[in-house]
């Protein structure tokens, strides 16, 4: 396993179109995160999957974002309709359930940098 | 949702020097991570940090948890380049996620 992976690195869409992004966590890992990082910004909670069941949206920023886990496995997160307002850095994370979470903390992907134009 | 608090935002200092930078909360921490992120990268756990008054090492990184655990520290020995980076601490976990700080920006000028 060689960690998290999300794909594609970076993104560039025009206003208006949809975007998804995917996420491949560590097989292990039951718990899967969406975070948005703006420049000079710390990562934004959006999401939260426990295997296939999306436990945290109401932080997702508008009903444009929309994520889903089919499999308890990979992850997308799509945004319909992007404003340039979404341009940011999209981080997907996993962790270990329970207190292993706290000491091992969340691994993370490289993200991916999304631009809209 | 637990608001974490970054000092300095910025850092520029030459290599060889010592440097902390701070994470401060109203509340106190359960428990409190720090990360560390490179450009183009995802944040990299380096620490967790649990009970008041702990101390941890990590080769030339020194993390202290405050008493009360409202507060901590990450202090930097020596610094070297490979040290330049967005150093971020967080909290929480669980169904609220992890709550971040806005990092401290630290350069590391040869």
């Known amino acids: 396993d060689t960690g998290v992976s999300q794909d594609p690195r970076h993104k560039i869409t025009k206003r208006g179109q949809n975007v998804t992004f995917r996420c491949d966590p560590i097989?292990?890992?039951?718990?899967l995160y969406w975070y948005r990082q703006t420049l000079g910004q710390g990562p934004e909670f959006l999401t939260y999957f426990q295997n296939e069941a999306q436990l945290e949206k109401s932080r997702l920023l508008s009903d444009r974002f929309s994520a889903e886990r089919p499999k308890g496995s990979f992850s997308t997160l799509e945004i319909q309709r992007t404003e340039q307002g979404d341009s940011a850095m999209y981080l997907c994370?996993?962790?270990?359930?329970?207190?292993?979470?706290?000491?091992?903390?969340?691994?993370f992907g490289s993200g991916t940098r999304l631009t809209v134009v | 949702t637990q608001l974490l608090e970054q000092s300095p935002q910025f850092l520029s200092i030459q290599e060889g020097e010592n440097l902390t930078v701070y994470c401060n909360s109203s509340?106190?921490?359960?428990?409190l991570q720090w990360y560390r992120q490179e450009p183009g990268e995802g944040p990299v756990l380096l620490v967790t940090v649990v009970t008041g008054g702990e101390v941890k090492k990590l080769k030339r990184l020194t993390f202290q948890f405050g008493d009360a655990r409202k507060d901590s520290s990450l202090h930097i020995t020596a610094a070297q380049p490979g040290d330049t980076g967005l150093y971020l601490c967080a909290s929480g976990g669980g169904a609220d996620g992890l709550t971040f700080g806005k990092g401290t920006h630290l350069i590391i000028q040869p």
């Open positions: 097989s292990e890992h039951n718990r």
């Open positions: 509340s106190v921490f359960s428990s």
């Open positions: 994370a996993s962790s270990l359930g329970g207190t292993a979470s706290r000491w091992y903390g969340y691994t």
